[in-house]
């Protein structure tokens, strides 16, 4: 059974979802949490602190299954394929070149975590990402993802220093990336409903590119909806509006 | 903190033998100072400040862990 919402308070948001995963023993992506308030530093962290607070609750693996199932229903009603988003798929061949790479980014993963004191371990998953695994997994992620990216970025950076072709490098936490893509994909099909439901635009939240990628791509095969970014710079919203019957 | 920043600077530069990391404690808020070699300057900036922004966020992440708070400044 899916628990009743808790709140939790603390001085930011990640350690109160930390505080709500020990509170219903499970991993942050078996709860839900919704964002009450992202609390302040305050004034030279001086006066005016307040702390951040969350309401979240504990989803169990039933609540997953009805809502992929409606999800399901919600495609074959539309009677288009979506497609895979998913590139978990593990590329044939790995050079050894890359698997070098990739060990060493290991390494500079580990040494990273252990310096920010952070209780995780980080292990070489079978399609050639690196998962982190561990009690610190909160902290890890950050809000939105903001963490998980930052570091993902600076490992990459650190290891493809000075090499002419270079070696991307992804690191997910416990399975967040993929539930992230799940959830975006859910979103996007969601909001292209509603667009065609309604016939007027809607303009999604800033994401980066690869967020963007996500919702572009589950969006193409529907020959009734456009997809566009708009704005400057790394973050852009995208905006979904109905595509003219001239067009097509 | 000190340590992280400087494991970090030092991989991402051509001179690792120039990078400088000073800490500066405060009770609540620690300073970072990061000294780079001018030529690396860009290397711990980045492209509109990107490997900055990437590092302040873990080193936020990391003193948030032990109820601080820590600031990163790159000295040129």
């Known amino acids: 059974m899916t628990s009743e919402y808790k709140e939790f308070e603390a001085k930011s948001v990640d350690e109160a979802i930390v505080a709500a995963m020990k509170e219903f023993r499970v991993p942050?992506?078996?709860?839900?949490?919704?964002?009450?308030?992202?609390?302040?530093?305050?004034?030279?962290?001086?006066?005016?602190?307040?702390?951040?607070?969350i309401m979240a609750r504990r989803l169990n693996s039933e609540d997953e299954e009805v809502l992929g199932r409606s999800n399901q229903a919600d495609h074959e009603m539309q009677g288009k394929e979506v497609n895979e988003v998913n590139?978990?798929?593990?590329?044939?061949?790995?050079?050894?070149?890359?698997?070098?790479?990739?060990?060493?980014?290991?390494d500079m993963l580990t040494k990273v975590l252990k310096l920010?004191?952070?209780?995780?371990?980080?292990?070489?998953?079978?399609?050639?990402y690196i998962e982190i695994t561990?009690?610190?997994i909160g902290i890890i992620i950050g809000k939105h993802g903001k963490t998980l990216d930052a570091l993902q970025f600076l490992i990459n950076?650190?290891?493809n220093k000075g090499s002419e072709n270079s070696t991307r490098i992804r690191i997910d936490a416990q399975g967040y990336r993929k539930r992230h893509v799940e959830h975006l994909k859910t979103i996007a099909i969601r909001l292209g409903q509603k667009v065609k439901r309604t016939g007027k635009a809607i303009s999604l939240e800033k994401m980066n590119p690869y967020d963007r990628r996500i919702i572009h791509l589950a969006l193409k095969n529907d020959s009734k909806v456009d997809t566009k970014s708009i704005g400057e710079g790394l973050y852009k919203s995208i905006v979904i509006s109905p595509r003219k019957a001239s067009k097509s | 903190m000190?340590?992280?920043?400087?494991?970090?600077?030092?991989?991402?530069?051509?001179?690792?033998?120039?990078?400088?990391?000073?800490?500066?404690e405060g009770e609540v808020t620690s300073v970072?100072?990061?000294?780079?070699?001018?030529?690396?300057?860009?290397?711990?900036?980045?492209?509109?400040?990107?490997?900055?922004?990437?590092?302040?966020?873990?080193?936020?992440?990391?003193?948030?862990?032990?109820?601080?708070?820590?600031?990163?400044?790159?000295?040129?």
């Not at chain 1, 070149?97 to 060493?104: A, H, I, V, Y």
């Not at chain 2, 970090?8 to 800490?23: F, G, H, M, T």
């Not at chain 2, 860009?42 to 708070?69: C, D, H, P, Q, Y």
């Open chain 1, 134 to 136: 561990g009690k610190g």
């Open chain 1, 157 to 159: 950076r650190m290891v």
């Open chain 2, 32 to 76: 970072i100072e990061l000294r780079v070699a001018k030529s690396d300057l860009g290397k711990v900036i980045g492209k509109e400040g990107r490997t900055a922004r990437a590092m302040r966020t873990l080193l936020t992440a990391a003193s948030t862990k032990i109820n601080k708070r820590a600031v990163l400044e790159i000295i040129e």
């Open chain 1, 28 to 53: 942050f992506e078996e709860l839900d949490i919704k964002v009450i308030s992202e609390g302040s530093k305050g004034l030279f962290g001086l006066m005016g602190q307040k702390n951040a607070k």
């Open chain 1, 87 to 106: 590139n978990d798929k593990a590329s044939v061949e790995t050079s050894n070149k890359d698997m070098e790479t990739l060990l060493r980014a290991k």
């Open chain 2, 2 to 24: 000190k340590e992280l920043i400087e494991y970090i600077a030092k991989a991402l530069v051509d001179n690792p033998d120039e990078v400088q990391v000073r800490e500066v």
């Open chain 1, 116 to 128: 920010m004191h952070i209780d995780a371990e980080s292990k070489i998953n079978v399609n050639n």
